[in-house]
Structure formats: C-alpha cells, structure tokens
C-alpha cells in the first residue's frame, strides 16, 4: 500500500532522511521508533508534502501512484492523513465548520456531493461521542484553549470523519494521561484497524503500542531504518534503550 525506496530528504541543506526504505501492506500497522532527531516527525512531513523539505532521491508509492508527484491537498484526497505531534490552532473556525469543509473538500475531489450541514452534524456527533469528546467542543474554536488530551482526541474525532485509507500519527501519544491514551488507541483500532488501510505509528514510547498493536517495529536512527521486528521489539526498546539495541 505504501512503499518507500531509498528515500533521501534534506531540509536548509541538511540531509536528514539518508536512504530508508519501508513498506507497508494493506490490513498493516506499522511502529516508527527512534531517538530524538534521527528524522521520524522529517519522514511524516516529506510523506504529508510539507515544502520545506526536499527529496533529493529515491520514490514512494502510494495505491500504485508516485506520491511525491502529488500536492499536499491531492494527498489528502487520496486518502492520506497526517496527524501531528503538535495540532494547530485556528481561531474564528469553528470545529464543525473546519471538518466540514475537510470532508466536503475531499468528497469534491472524488467526485462526490457535499455533506448537508444536518448529515454533517450527525456524523460529527457520532465520532465525538466514540471518542469520549464533549460534543459542546465540536462548536469550539478548532483546538483553542483545547488540553493536550483534547487536541488529540479531536484529531481522532477529524480522523473518523475523514475515513482515510492510511495515517500517519505522529507522536500521537504524547502528553495523554491513561484515559485519553486508552481513547485515542481505541480510536486508532476502531477507524483505521481494517483490511484495506494502513497505519503509520510514530512514537517515543511502547505504551501506546499497548492498545495498537504493531504488525511491525522499525527503529530509525539518524535518517535510515536500521532495525526492524515484531512487536516484542518496542518492548526490547523500551526495556534496554536505543543505544543498547542498535549497537
Ligand atoms: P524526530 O522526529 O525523530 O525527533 P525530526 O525529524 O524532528 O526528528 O528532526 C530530524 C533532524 O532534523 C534533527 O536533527 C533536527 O534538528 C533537524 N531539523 C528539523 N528541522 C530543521 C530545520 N528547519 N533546519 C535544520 N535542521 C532541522
Ligand atoms: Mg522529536
Ligand atoms: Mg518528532
């Protein structure tokens, strides 16, 4: 579903992503560890299409076609999502207003009618409550004023609305106390653990791993995968540090 070959990225002239490969197969979750800096949140841009960074060899293909070709917004609508470490603030939108105008734009691009705002609404409530979201923050400010905990879960609300073919959840994790972690990896299981799509899981720490569990643990090391396993690796990991293991 998703193949990397030889992917060499650089941002300011500073390569950062030195030659990494990795496939994903439809049905598959896959772990993205390392230690800080060696190019995991990097990896997320140049797949989401962020700018700022160049690719300056190898390919990636995405459902048979040349993701690196495609816009940011051509991405998306192929089914593409990217959920960050940090989710951005947009005063004067409303959440509603924001999803709704993701998910119509997306149904534009395959040819399909807009959502009327009552199907909309209906949609939004039903994943705000399987994500444990107060339903008065769908009518919030996207992600002002919003916990770390909230921030995440919304973005897990925006993904079930999206129904991508693949994400890639950077740091996803971070900063969730027991509940929201539990949530948001039920959230990931439930939208996205399905024969047809694939997940791209970065993350510091096995804990989450605990609730999505991986098909497949890579270990990235300063810009190229230089282990990979099963799941029993994040524990590995996590037990004896990058150090030990990549020696
Ligand atoms: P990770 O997510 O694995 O912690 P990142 O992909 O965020 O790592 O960063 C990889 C490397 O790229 C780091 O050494 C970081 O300092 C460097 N880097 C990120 N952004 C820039 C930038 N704008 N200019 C120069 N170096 C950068
Ligand atoms: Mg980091
Ligand atoms: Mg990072």
């Known amino acids: 579903m998703l193949k990397i070959e030889n992917l060499h990225a650089a941002i300011d002239g500073k390569e950062i992503l030195k030659g990494l490969n990795l496939e994903v197969a439809a049905g598959q979750v896959h772990a993205i560890m390392g ?5 995991k949140s990097t990896l997320g841009y140049v797949l989401g299409g962020r700018p700022e960074y160049e690719v300056t060899d190898g390919s990636v293909t995405f459902a048979g076609e040349a993701l690196l070709d495609m816009e940011a917004h051509e991405r998306a609508a192929a089914g593409l999502f ?10 004067g939108i409303s959440n509603v207003q924001f999803l709704r105008e993701a998910l119509n734009a997306q149904r534009a691009s395959r040819g399909e009618g807009p959502l009327s ?3 909309f609404l209906k949609l939004a409530r039903a994943q705000a409550d399987a994500l444990g979201m107060d339903q008065e ?3 919030r400010p996207v992600n002002v004023g919003f916990s770390g905990g909230e921030k995440k879960r919304n973005e897990m609300v925006q993904m079930g609305i999206l129904d991508p073919k693949f994400a890639i959840l950077d740091e996803t994790d971070s900063g969730l106390d ?8 039920e ?5 996205m653990r399905k024969p047809d799509k694939g997940v791209l899981l970065i993350t510091h720490y096995q804990r ?3 609730y999505v569990e991986p098909d497949v643990v890579h270990v990235l090391v300063d810009g190229r995968i230089v282990r990979s396993g099963g799941p029993e690796l994040a524990v590995e990991l996590e037990r004896e540090g990058y150090a030990e293991v990549t020696a």
């Open 35 to 39: 230690p800080n800096g060696a190019g």
């Open 82 to 91: 990217l959920g960050f470490q940090y989710p951005v603030e947009i005063p």
């Open 117 to 119: 705002g009552a199907e």
């Open 137 to 139: 923050m769908l009518k």
């Open 178 to 185: 027991i509940d929201a972690l539990k949530a948001v990896g």
């Open 187 to 191: 959230g990931i299981n439930r939208i």
């Open 208 to 210: 989450l791993l605990d």
